[in-house]
C-alpha cells in the first residue's frame, strides 16, 4: 500500500491542506483559507475545553477535594478536603453572566478574583521587574587588569576556592559592557522627564540618546520577530516538501 493511503500518510495529508488553506490568506481572502480558519478554532475552543478541566479544575481543584491517590508511589491516599467544594457554587455564579435576571450574580466572583490578582500582581511585579532594577546596579570598575575577557574557568582546573575568587573580579570588559549599560539605563530614563521642561543640554543630550537607543531596541525586537516568523515559514515548509511530498509522496525514507 501506498503510504500516501495509511493513516500517517492521511493525517500527514490533512495538516499539510490545512498549512497551505492558511497561507493562502497572503494571496488574498478567499473561502479556502476561511474553512480552515473556523476549523482551526473549532479545535482551538474544544482544545480549550480540555485544558481548563485537566490543567486548572481537575488537579488544583477536584483531585485535592475528593482525595485522589498522589502520583508518588507508596505515599498514603489522601482523605481529600471537602471545604473545596465552596469554590463550586462561586465558579457557577460566574455564568450568571448570561442570564439578564441574575446576572448580579456574576459580579460576586468577578470581584474577588479582582481582588485576589491584584493582591498577586504586587509579588509578580517584584519578581518580574525588581531583578531587572537590582541588575541595572553593576561595577563599571575592574578590579583586576589580569585579563581583558572573562576567562574559561573550566580550563583554569582551579581549586574551589580560587575559582570563587577569581569569579568574584570584574574584567576590564565586564566593566565596559556594565558602563554602557548604565549609560542606556540612564540616558532612556532621561526621555520620559515629561512632567518638565529639560533646559539643561545635557538633559537633551541624554534625551535624544535615549530616544535613539529605544528606536535601535525597538528595532532588534522588530527584527528579532521577523526572523521567529521565517522560523515558522521554515518548518511549515519542511512539514510539507520533506515529510509530506518527499517521504509520502515520493516515498523517499
Given at each position: 500500500m501506498?503510504?500516501?493511503?495509511?493513516?500517517?500518510?492521511?493525517?500527514?495529508?490533512?495538516?499539510?491542506?490545512?498549512?497551505?488553506?492558511?497561507?493562502?490568506?497572503?494571496?488574498?481572502?478567499?473561502?479556502?483559507?476561511?474553512?480552515?480558519e473556523h476549523l482551526f478554532?473549532?479545535?482551538?475552543?474544544?482544545?480549550?475545553?480540555?485544558?481548563?478541566?485537566v490543567e486548572t479544575l481537575k488537579g488544583p481543584w477536584w483531585d485535592i477535594m475528593v482525595g485522589v491517590p498522589p502520583e508518588k508511589a507508596g505515599d498514603p491516599i489522601g482523605n481529600g478536603n471537602w471545604a473545596y467544594i465552596l469554590l463550586l457554587p462561586l465558579g457557577l455564579m460566574g455564568y450568571m453572566v448570561f442570564s439578564k435576571k441574575h446576572n448580579w450574580?456574576?459580579?460576586?466572583?468577578?470581584?474577588?478574583?479582582?481582588?485576589?490578582?491584584?493582591?498577586q500582581?504586587?509579588?509578580i511585579w517584584y519578581n518580574t521587574y525588581g531583578k531587572q532594577i537590582a541588575g541595572t546596579a553593576q561595577p563599571i570598575w575592574p578590579t583586576t587588569l589580569s585579563?581583558?575577557?572573562?576567562?574559561?574557568?573550566?580550563?583554569?582546573?582551579?581549586?574551589p576556592d580560587a575559582l570563587a575568587a577569581a569569579k568574584s573580579q570584574v574584567y576590564l570588559s565586564q566593566a565596559i559592557t556594565n558602563f554602557l549599560f548604565l549609560v542606556t539605563v540612564v540616558c532612556v530614563l532621561s526621555y520620559f522627564l515629561f512632567s518638565f521642561d529639560a533646559k539643561s543640554k545635557a538633559v537633551k543630550s541624554a534625551s535624544s540618546l535615549?530616544?535613539?537607543?529605544?528606536?535601535?531596541?525597538?528595532?532588534?525586537?522588530?527584527?528579532?520577530?521577523?526572523?521567529?516568523?521565517f522560523t515558522l515559514l521554515i518548518d511549515r515548509m519542511y512539514f510539507i516538501w520533506i515529510e509530506w511530498f518527499n517521504?509520502?509522496?515520493l516515498n523517499r525514507h
Open positions: 501506498h503510504p500516501l493511503f495509511t493513516y500517517d500518510g492521511i493525517k500527514v495529508t490533512c495538516g499539510v491542506l490545512a498549512t497551505v488553506g492558511l497561507y493562502s490568506v497572503l494571496y488574498r481572502e478567499n473561502k479556502f483559507y476561511r474553512f480552515f478554532l473549532g479545535l482551538a475552543a474544544g482544545w480549550t475545553l480540555v485544558t481548563i478541566w450574580m456574576s459580579r460576586i466572583p468577578i470581584g474577588i478574583i479582582l481582588g485576589l490578582w491584584s493582591g500582581q504586587i509579588q585579563s581583558l575577557t572573562v576567562p574559561n574557568y573550566d580550563k583554569l582546573q582551579l581549586a535615549g530616544r535613539y537607543l529605544l528606536m535601535i531596541g525597538f528595532g532588534a525586537i522588530f527584527g528579532s520577530t521577523v526572523l521567529m516568523r517521504n509520502i509522496i
